[in-house]
C-alpha cells in the first residue's frame, strides 16, 4: 500500500534539480597534457558498430546493477545519427566507455531535448569498472575524447548532472568543468513543468520534449489543453 501510495504522489509531485557544467575544450586539456600516457597498459578507442556487441555486454553486466543506459538498438542509432563513443581497454578488455551526443538529444529520464551548438558535444553515460577507477582512468578516459573532439573542431564540451549525485560532480569539478546553469524539471500537481537557467555563452539549450498538461490529457482526452 505504501509503495501505491509513493508511486501515485510522484504522478502528481515529482521534481528534479539537475546541474549544467560545461567548460572551454582548448582550457580543459592544458590541465592534463599527458593523461593518456602512464604505462599501466590502458589504450583508448573510439567504438564503431562493429564494436557494440562487446559495448552492450560491459553494459548490460555492470551498468543495469544501478541504472539503465541504453539499449543496442539505442547504441547503434546513436552511431548513425553521428555521436560518438569512446572506449578505454586493459589488455584487450573493455572496461569503461564514455559518450559524446551531438546536435539534439533526447534525454529520456527527464523529459527534455538538448540542442548542442555547433562546435559543441554532450558528455554522457560515462562508466568505468570499480576496479579501475583508483588508476585515474575516467579522467584519462574523458581526456581522450576532449582531444579527439577538439581535433575535429569542436571547441566547448557539457554535461548535466543530478545535484544528489556528489560522487558525479566532483569528478567534473576534478576534470575542470564548471556549473554554468540549472535545470529544474519534472511534475507539480501533475503538470509537468520545465526551469532553467543557462549562461550567455552557453553551448546548448534546452527545449520541451512533451506538453505540459500531457497527463491530464490522458485523464480527459476530449479537453482542449
Not at 76 to 98: D, T, W
Request: glycine share 8%.
Amino acid at each position: 500500500m505504501r509503495e501505491k501510495i509513493r508511486w501515485y504522489f510522484k504522478l502528481f509531485w515529482s521534481i528534479k534539480s539537475v546541474g549544467v557544467y560545461g567548460g572551454s575544450l582548448l582550457d580543459l586539456i592544458k590541465r592534463f597534457p599527458n593523461e593518456r600516457e602512464e604505462d599501466d597498459g590502458a589504450s583508448f578507442a573510439r567504438v564503431t558498430q562493429k564494436e557494440i556487441p562487446e559495448l552492450m555486454k560491459l553494459h548490460d553486466n555492470h551498468c543495469t546493477k544501478w541504472n539503465y543506459l541504453f539499449s543496442m538498438e539505442e547504441a547503434k542509432e546513436r552511431l548513425s545519427r553521428g555521436h560518438r563513443c569512446f572506449a578505454v581497454y586493459f589488455e584487450g578488455r573493455m572496461v569503461g566507455f564514455l559518450w559524446a551526443g551531438v546536435g539534439k538529444i533526447y534525454s529520456k529520464d527527464l523529459n527534455f531535448f538538448l540542442n548542442m551548438k555547433d562546435k559543441s558535444y554532450y558528455s554522457s553515460n560515462g562508466f568505468v569498472l570499480p576496479e579501475f577507477r583508483n588508476k585515474r582512468v575516467y579522467q584519462r578516459l574523458n581526456t581522450y575524447a576532449m582531444l579527439e573532439m577538439r581535433n575535429e573542431g569542436f571547441e566547448g564540451v557539457y554535461g548535466i548532472i543530478r545535484t544528489i549525485n556528489k560522487p558525479a560532480i566532483k569528478a567534473v569539478v576534478n576534470l575542470g568543468l564548471e556549473k554554468v546553469g540549472w535545470i529544474y524539471c519534472g511534475y507539480v500537481l501533475g503538470l509537468h513543468v520545465l526551469q532553467c537557467h543557462l549562461s550567455k555563452n552557453c553551448g546548448m539549450r534546452i527545449e520541451r520534449a512533451i506538453n505540459p498538461w500531457h497527463r491530464y490529457k490522458r485523464l480527459l482526452p476530449k479537453v482542449e489543453l
